[in-house]
């Protein structure tokens, strides 16, 4: 399956910048790589790996230039515009992601994940055509975790629209759909935050963390919470578990230093 570009896009978000050692890794990647394609200039596997390798190591001029290489062999595949969306998305670029996840639509009308990634980027824009993309999912799918992948884009659409007592609705039926979808209920938490009702934003985080005890954005968010509610102990704990296990977490990072400086 393909992986989600919303949730996907949050490591751009909140990550410090790119690993200098990964990039030094990724580097050696790339000129094996290469090496192996001079080797079997036919083989597509060694070219998508060799894009992965230029995305992981945030080269997204060279990853554009292989795409259209690609393209220039075949430009029915789904796949690659989707590739390609992912890439305009980390260059900031939600106009031509857009443009590009709909060009993988029309290549494969029936992909449910590539609809989903669609219908995020537009419910990040407030576009009324991502609640239709939810409502068309919930409504179709027999499959209980891509209705609650439906349900999370209509809470997020909703949420992004202000209305947040329909963005817990919906982000509670995702839940009772998939009970172990970690992100309905950090999206459910941060409404409440937002909402300052702090206790439910810390339970409903509590049961987000007893499905993955080591998800660092749930000790970001409890963190804030706690802040939040005045408990500044228990905040700078929650910042220091966070970047225990991402210590490339910035906001957390700024958060923590923060209250370290005013002791």
């Known amino acids: 399956a393909l992986l989600p570009l919303l949730f996907g896009m949050s490591l751009f978000g909140c990550s410090t910048g790119p690993d200098k050692k990964a990039i030094a890794q990724d580097t050696s990647t790339v000129a094996r790589l290469r090496s192996s ?13 060799l894009l992965d390798a230029y995305e992981s190591g945030r080269d997204i001029p060279s990853a554009m230039q292989l795409l259209d290489s690609l393209f220039a062999q075949d430009s029915t595949v789904a796949y690659l515009h989707y590739r ?7 260059d900031h670029d939600t106009t031509r992601a857009i443009s590009s996840l709909k060009r993988a639509m029309a290549y494969a009308p ?32 027999k499959d209980p975790d891509t209705r609650s992948r439906g349900r999370l884009l209509k ?20 839940i009772v759909d998939n009970y172990t979808f970690m992100d309905a209920f950090i999206e ?18 509590d049961k987000a963390q ?15 919470c706690q802040q939040a509610s005045g408990y500044r102990a228990e905040a700078m704990d929650d910042y220091r578990k966070c970047l ?13 230093a923060i209250l370290e400086a005013s002791k």
């Open 84 to 90: 390609k969306a992912r890439l305009w998305l980390s």
């Open 110 to 141: 029936d992909n449910t994940d590539i609809l989903l990634e669609l219908g995020y980027v537009l419910s990040d824009r407030g576009d009324a055509e991502a609640r239709t993309i939810a409502e068309t999912i919930i409504n179709v799918s």
């Open 155 to 174: 809470g997020i659409y909703y949420s992004n629209k202000g209305d947040k007592a329909s963005a817990l609705k919906e982000y509670d039926a995702s």
């Open 37 to 49: 394609i001079a080797a079997f200039p036919d083989s597509a596997a060694l070219r998508i790996r």
């Open 244 to 256: 225990g296990l991402d210590p490339g977490m910035k906001e957390a990072s700024e958060l923590l």
């Open 188 to 205: 459910k938490a941060i409404v409440l935050y937002e909402m300052k009702k702090y206790d439910d934003a810390l339970s409903t985080l």
């Open 210 to 224: 007893a499905i993955r005890p080591a998800d660092a954005e749930v000790y970001l968010w409890k963190g804030k």
